[in-house]
T-cell receptor, first 115, second 111 residues
Framework: GENVEQHPSTLSVQEGDSAVIKCTYS??????FPWYKQELGKRPQLIID?????GEKKDQRIAVTLNKTAKHFSLHITETQPEDSAVYFC??????????????FGKGTLLTVNP | DAGITQSPRHKVTETGTPVTLRCHQT?????MYWYRQDPGHGLRLIHY???????DKGEVSDGYSVSRSKTEDFLLTLESATSSQTSVYFC??????????FGPGTRLLVL
């Protein structure tokens, strides 16, 4: 089955700096890659996603890049703010139908933005 | 938040007792999921459902069973709770290639 590796497990940055979180996946048939943010004590929420036919996607200070050849994708947060402090999870979905209706999540990255 | 709730929100139980967690959604989503979240392990899929009475195992299904007798409810049962099942349990709904909406979570402590 699909395996998703996420690095780093913790990341500390100064306010205003950029943060980058990287994930690799194992199944070349994977076609959908979302990122979820989980604030302390809250539920995970989708912040951005990318599909396999796109190389990059931006939404204000957040961007995701996808390299299908290398089977990795990254989350980029620019001009970080204290409210960006949270755990971030990457995930992948492998298409193909059948009963493959699930996401595989990475283990998460705890991002701390220091004022 | 999207129309998905979990009950109970907190539960303390003893080893060997059965426990059932309920996930209820009002969005008529076909796909529903149960995850457990533990420090250092992220979100791990227990079971999922792709329709009424259609379920499949995830990566950590041992010791858990599920039932989906109607679209809006997805039940997770721990047949005989163990201390290793102490965790935070999240249910979620949504197509795997679209936004997944998570419930508020259930904190389960097995003594």
């Amino acid at each position: 089955g699909e395996n998703v590796e996420q690095h780093p497990s913790t990341l500390s940055v100064q306010e205003g700096d950029s943060a980058v979180i990287k994930c690799t996946y194992s199944d070349s048939a994977s076609n959908y890659f979302p990122w979820y943010k989980q604030e302390l004590g809250k539920r995970p929420q989708l912040i951005i996603d990318i599909r396999s036919n796109v190389g990059e996607k931006k939404d204000q200070r957040i961007a995701v890049t996808l390299n299908k050849t290398a089977k990795h994708f990254s989350l980029h947060i620019t001009e970080t703010q204290p409210e960006d402090s949270a755990v971030y999870f990457c995930a992948s979905h492998t298409g193909g139908g059948g009963s493959n209706y699930k996401l595989t999540f990475g283990k998460g990255t705890l991002l701390t933005v220091n004022p | 938040d999207a129309g998905i709730t979990q009950s109970p929100r907190h539960k303390v139980t003893e080893t060997g007792t059965p426990v059932t967690l309920r996930c209820h959604q009002t969005e008529n989503h076909r796909y529903m999921y149960w995850y457990r979240q533990d420090p250092g392990h992220g979100l791990r899929l227990i079971h999922y459902s792709y329709g009424v009475k259609d379920t499949d195992k995830g990566e950590v299904s041992d010791g858990y069973s599920v039932s989906r007798s109607k679209t809006e409810d997805f039940l997770l049962t721990l047949e005989s709770a163990t201390s290793s099942q102490t965790s935070v349990y999240f249910c979620a709904m949504g197509h795997p290639e679209e936004t997944q909406y998570f419930g508020p979570g259930t904190r389960l402590l097995v003594l």
